[in-house]
């Protein structure tokens, strides 16, 4: 049976991350993979997150499963952290959440459901995307189509462009947005769009699902998670998919929740039960030890307040990261304009150059980045800093 597969392509992130530990240069510098990292270059685990795990572990008496839906409390919690906790939906009882492996179990989960509400359905993703929002999403059968986002001369959004596509659209098809932080680009819209872009999801009568990994890693908690909590108080139907991977540092964990924003109370309680049917068929029960972290840290006083200067502290160095790359760029190669790069919010931005670029900076100076020159701006640091500005000059001289 087996011998007829075909071997696959690797994914290419994975690809760079093998080619990045096998590289024995101590000058290498890696802006590939999407994590978190500090002034030593290392993804640290959070002090909130080793105080919330040594209690868990202290007081924990069982490993048995929690439930299909995970722990009630978790996703109390992560819903007020998300929407805020008063927020009208949840007020009205229009939200139920259901924990998944991470914020792309989430994402096939939400697939999941809209195909089986609507098999024939389409998601319109921004161009460009998330890479791994194509196989989560088509994977569940559903087909996708693309609408404009990024303009690479300015670094930031085509908002007309986008708002002209959109309003093409068809009634109830599905839109799926980033919430902050847009991965790969950087550029998010303003809160000004983000209400013109409601009133035209409602006249369009459109599906959001939107996208929440960075909520704190942009501009903070609240002003990140506007244009979600907006969608969710004026529309009867919103899709929210959330990784607490980012802001908690425990991406290994792979804890994530699935949001969902019903009409009324019965239709919301019908929906629940069919994301738990779909959920038992998947992985039949998440993970627990990151969501009880999380938990924790949510629910005690004292840790919550740890957590959110971590969270102030991983913000302000991925901002200040930002002013530092574009004057060290904007000495390195003034005949280019790199000061988009401080407009953009969260952990990544495209440079920029060319593929053949991108591939000269890997083999002649050891900088790993996608081909696409998307870059985790929270690789640099000081150390490295110089370095790559001067790199990324020498390249771009030819």
Known sequence: MFERLEPVVPDPILGLMAAYRADPDPRKVDLGIGVYRD????????????????????????????????????????????LGAAHPALTARRVR???????????????????AAAPDSVVHVSTPTWANHTPLLSGSGLKLERYPYYDPAGGGVQFAAMMAALERLPPRAVLLLH???????????????????????????????????????????????????????????????????????????????????????AAADAAFSQLVRLARTMWSMP????????????????????????????????QRLRREVVQQLRSACPQRDFGFIGRQQGMFSFLGITTGEVRALREHHHVYMTDDSRMNIAGLHSGNLEYFARAVAQVLAG
Not at 97 to 115: D, V, W
Not at 216 to 225: I, K, S, T, V
Not at 292 to 300: C, F, K, S, T
């Open 39 to 82: 002034e030593h270059g290392e993804t640290p685990v959070l002090a909130s997150v080793r105080h919330a795990e040594a209690e868990l572990l202290a007081r924990q008496t069982t490993k048995s499963y929690v439930g299909p839906a995970g722990a009630a409390e978790f996703n109390q919690l992560l819903e007020q952290l998300v």
């Open 287 to 318: 993970p627990d030890h990151g969501a009880a972290i999380v938990q924790a840290i949510l629910g005690e006083a004292p840790l919550r307040r740890q957590w959110l200067g971590e969270v102030d502290g991983m913000r302000e160095r991925i």
């Open 97 to 115: 959440s259901l924990q998944t492996p991470g914020g792309c179990g989430a994402l096939r989960l939400g697939a999941e459901l809209i195909r």
């Open 179 to 265: 919430a902050s932080c847009h991965n790969p680009t950087g550029a998010d819209l303003s809160q000004e769009e983000w209400r013109e872009l409601l009133a035209l999801v409602k006249r369009r009568q459109l599906l959001p699902l939107i996208d929440m990994a960075y909520q704190g890693l942009g501009e903070g908690l609240e002003a990140d998670a506007f244009g979600l909590r907006l969608f969710c108080a004026e529309l009867p139907e919103v899709l929210c998919t959330v990784s607490c991977s980012k802001n908690f540092g425990i991406y290994r964990e792979r804890t994530g929740a699935l949001q969902l924003i019903s009409e009324s109370p």
